[in-house]
């Protein structure tokens, strides 16, 4: 990392010790069943959709005794938000309700979520919490470029930075361009967007001659869509920062569910008030730690929407072993990927993740792709189009063909299938929220 | 001697050559030459303009992967033989022609060829000591 100035030391308004992060473990595991408790006992209380499955079950919330007892309680799944559009899952009176959000819904309905004060205050909380993680602090110059509104991602971060004692600058997204010259001329110390979007900025900044490098940016915090290992790299290497993974869902409470510290060993839960479970995506099974499966959580502390045992579709493990930073939440590994994510071509198992890993082993080559699946006579096809930037582009034919069939050889290596290549113009991938819609399935069944 | 060429990547789809040129006309950018080289789903518009400068900035704003590269104007005697000339001009100075197209001028015999050299120094070199006419900048843009 480059020597930028290190605040860390000289302000200590958040310091993370007096946050609920270091709680000793027997006392976490008694505040997690009462909390579990009183949720379990507020959602069968008010929403009609849970009480129902209880009775299937021949189940009352006086039968969740201890911690193990979760796995006795159903399960919430997203259509069961759709199913309930729009208020169906509340668990408080519209008149308690200071908030909602939506899903941006590429099928049919969105998803709503709703927020009490008290709900937007844990938010604000958790958000705090992963902002001083990742060592940011007051004195900080924190660029909010999630997008604004409906999306949970914009207002989330805003509030918890503000909260922070940070400076925030709420650019949310768009606009590359206004993106940079503020982050340059406010000496912007740190940034809250996806990562495609940053990737986005540097290769931005790079056309209009601006050095990320030489900027005072130092931290990014980075979610809402899953990125590997290899493009932290690439993030790092390029812009010298430090890029954290920030974890959250807004059928949860929306960014802030979980995130890195400085160790980047996992992403920390922040289990005192989201309980962790890993599951077998086929067969619903609690696995133990350290097993990969599914995430599925429950919130403990939400009033407006509880949601027990949400299986967020997200495949990852819950990392055992206390972490070097002193936090005893549970950590989960980076999620690469997520259950519905699994292309399944000429039956080899694709996952989006590895194309972006094959671009990246590329010299030269922004993990900016597409993948269009289509069906001729019964055969799958599978099209990788890479977004051709500036930085990637040369003026001879034969350089740029090279290009193709280095792409080509190096995603036949990772994939073990055959996928065709094509070179297509910058910015013409589809992104919604800064984040880049990887998969467009056209094959008709 | 040396000519700023702009260089776009375009897919190879209808309308994707229209629309960067669109944009130029609207910005009143003259193109003096263009070559379009293609393949089976990109293809590279070259151009040599009234105002590289203005155009490049223009291209890029509009999200474009825009290069510019330095190639070389070199007049000819439009008549059978005068490609042949030129390319004999080179023959042992170890310059090669990465690329190259050609227009005739409206007025008078001569056509200009337009040269992507690997090495635009020594083929300057080369071809002014065979008394080829290397046309400097402005004299394309007239």
Same mark, same amino acid.
């Given at each position: 990392?480059?020597?930028?100035?290190?605040?860390?030391?000289?302000?200590?308004?958040?310091?993370?010790?007096?946050?609920?992060?270091?709680?000793?473990?027997?006392?976490?595991?008694?505040?997690?069943?009462?909390?579990?408790?009183?949720?379990?006992?507020?959602?069968?209380?008010?929403?009609?959709?849970?009480?129902?499955?209880?009775?299937?079950?021949?189940?009352?919330?006086?039968?969740?005794?201890?911690?193990?007892?979760?796995?006795?309680?159903?399960?919430?799944?997203?259509?069961?938000?759709?199913?309930?559009?729009?208020?169906?899952?509340?668990?408080?009176?519209?008149?308690?309700?200071?908030?909602?959000?939506?899903?941006?819904?590429?099928?049919?309905?969105?998803?709503?979520?709703?927020?009490?004060?008290?709900?937007?205050?844990?938010?604000?909380?958790?958000?705090?919490?992963?902002?001083?993680?990742?060592?940011?602090?007051?004195?900080?110059?924190?660029?909010?470029?999630?997008?604004?509104?409906?999306?949970?991602?914009?207002?989330?971060?805003?509030?918890?930075?503000?909260?922070?004692?940070?400076?925030?600058?709420?650019?949310?997204?768009?606009?590359?361009?206004?993106?940079?010259?503020?982050?340059?001329?406010?000496?912007?110390?740190?940034?809250?967007?996806?990562?495609?979007?940053?990737?986005?900025?540097?290769?931005?900044?790079?056309?209009?001659?601006?050095?990320?490098?030489?900027?005072?940016?130092?931290?990014?915090?980075?979610?809402?869509?899953?990125?590997?290992?290899?493009?932290?790299?690439?993030?790092?290497?390029?812009?010298?920062?430090?890029?954290?993974?920030?974890?959250?869902?807004?059928?949860?409470?929306?960014?802030?569910?979980?995130?890195?510290?400085?160790?980047?060993?996992? /992403?920390?839960?922040?289990?005192?008030?989201?309980?962790?479970?890993?599951?077998?995506?086929?067969?619903?099974?609690?696995?133990?730690?350290?097993?990969?499966?599914?995430?599925?959580?429950?919130?403990?502390?939400?009033?407006?929407?509880?949601?027990?045992?949400?299986?967020?579709?997200?495949?990852?493990?819950?990392?055992?072993?206390?972490?070097?930073?002193?936090?005893?939440?549970?950590?989960?590994?980076?999620?690469?990927?997520?259950?519905?994510?699994?292309?399944?071509?000429?039956?080899?198992?694709?996952?989006?993740?590895?194309?972006?890993?094959?671009?990246?082993?590329?010299?030269?080559?922004?993990?900016?792709?597409?993948?269009?699946?289509?069906?001729?006579?019964?055969?799958?096809?599978?099209?990788?189009?890479?977004?051709?930037?500036?930085?990637?582009?040369?003026?001879?034919?034969?350089? /740029?063909?090279?290009?193709?069939?280095?792409?080509?050889?190096?995603?036949?290596?990772?994939?073990?299938?055959?996928?065709?290549?094509?070179?297509?113009?910058?910015?013409?991938?589809?992104?919604?929220?800064?984040?880049?819609?990887?998969?467009?399935?056209?094959?008709?069944? | 001697?040396?000519?700023?060429?702009?260089?776009?990547?375009?897919?190879?789809?209808?309308?994707?050559?229209?629309?960067?040129?669109?944009?130029?006309?609207?910005?009143?950018?003259?193109?003096?030459?263009?070559?379009?080289?293609?393949?089976?789903?990109?293809?590279?518009?070259?151009?040599?303009?009234?105002?590289?400068?203005?155009?490049?900035?223009?291209?890029?704003?509009?999200?474009?992967?825009?290069?510019?590269?330095?190639?070389?104007?070199?007049?000819?005697?439009?008549?059978?033989?005068?490609?042949?000339?030129?390319?004999?001009?080179?023959?042992?100075?170890?310059?090669?022609?990465?690329?190259?197209?050609?227009?005739?001028?409206?007025?008078?015999?001569?056509?200009?060829?337009?040269?992507?050299?690997?090495?635009?120094?020594?083929?300057?070199?080369?071809?002014?000591?065979?008394?080829?006419?290397?046309?400097?900048?402005?004299?394309?843009?007239?």
């Amino acid at each position: 990392m480059k020597t930028k100035p290190n605040l860390e030391t000289s302000a200590n308004d958040c310091h993370p010790a007096s946050m609920p992060d270091y709680t000793p473990l027997d006392e976490l595991r008694n505040l997690q069943l009462q909390r579990l408790q009183a949720v379990v006992l507020r959602s069968w209380e008010n929403v009609d959709l849970f009480r129902a499955r209880l009775d299937e079950r021949g189940l009352v919330p006086d039968d969740i005794r201890s911690l193990n007892d979760i796995a006795k309680l159903p399960f919430t799944v997203k259509s069961d938000l759709r199913d309930t559009y729009p208020f169906g899952l509340f668990a408080s009176p519209m008149k308690d309700v200071v908030r909602l959000h939506a899903s941006s819904g590429t099928t049919g309905k969105p998803i709503v979520v709703a927020y009490t004060q008290q709900d937007i205050d844990v938010w604000t909380s958790v958000v705090v919490r992963c902002l001083a993680g990742c060592g940011l602090h007051r004195g900080d110059i924190i660029q909010v470029a999630y997008g604004y509104g409906l999306f949970t991602g914009g207002l989330g971060a805003h509030y918890g930075a503000e909260a922070l004692g940070a400076t925030v600058v709420p650019t949310s997204g768009g606009n590359a361009d206004r993106q940079i010259m503020l982050m340059k001329d406010f000496g912007v110390t740190a940034i809250c967007c996806t990562p495609t979007y940053f990737l986005h900025l540097i290769d931005r900044a790079a056309e209009l001659g601006i050095d990320f490098k030489a900027l005072p940016l130092r931290a990014g915090v980075f979610g809402a869509e899953p990125w590997t290992e290899s493009m932290r790299r690439h993030i790092e290497q390029k812009s010298s920062i430090e890029a954290f993974d920030i974890y959250g869902l807004s059928e949860i409470i929306g960014p802030g569910v979980g995130c890195e510290c400085r160790r980047h060993q996992g /992403l920390h839960i922040f289990e005192d008030l989201f309980y962790p479970e890993i599951i077998d995506p086929e067969t619903g099974a609690p696995l133990p730690d350290g097993c990969e499966g599914e995430l599925v959580l429950t919130t403990l502390s939400k009033q407006a929407m509880p949601m027990i045992r949400y299986r967020t579709r997200d495949i990852t493990s819950l990392l055992t072993g206390r972490c070097h930073c002193g936090r005893t939440m549970r950590r989960i590994g980076r999620i690469g990927r997520r259950s519905d994510d699994m292309l399944i071509i000429r039956g080899v198992n694709v996952f989006p993740s590895q194309v972006e890993t094959a671009l990246l082993q590329i010299e030269g080559t922004l993990p900016n792709y597409q993948i269009v699946l289509t069906r001729e006579q019964g055969l799958d096809q599978m099209e990788v189009q890479v977004e051709v930037t500036p930085h990637m582009f040369n003026d001879k034919i034969g350089a /740029l063909q090279g290009l193709q069939s280095r792409i080509q050889a190096a995603l036949d290596h990772v994939l073990g299938i055959r996928v065709h290549v094509a070179l297509v113009e910058a910015n013409t991938i589809a992104r919604s929220e800064g984040k880049a819609k990887r998969v467009i399935d056209r094959r008709t069944s | 001697m040396k000519i700023q060429q702009l260089s776009l990547f375009v897919e190879n789809k209808p309308g994707h050559v229209a629309a960067p040129v669109e944009l130029l006309a609207r910005e009143r950018v003259d193109i003096r030459a263009l070559y379009l080289a293609d393949t089976q789903n990109f293809g590279i518009v070259r151009m040599i303009v009234s105002d590289a400068q203005k155009a490049a900035a223009l291209l890029v704003a509009n999200g474009y992967a825009v290069k510019a590269t330095e190639v070389l104007a070199v007049e000819v005697p439009d008549h059978p033989g005068g490609l042949a000339a030129v390319l004999r001009a080179l023959d042992g100075s170890g310059v090669n022609i990465e690329y190259m197209y050609a227009f005739p001028c409206m007025l008078g015999s001569q056509a200009i060829l337009i040269f992507r050299f690997d090495n635009p120094d020594a083929a300057i070199q080369q071809l002014q000591a065979k008394g080829i006419n290397v046309l400097a900048g402005d004299e394309l843009l007239k």
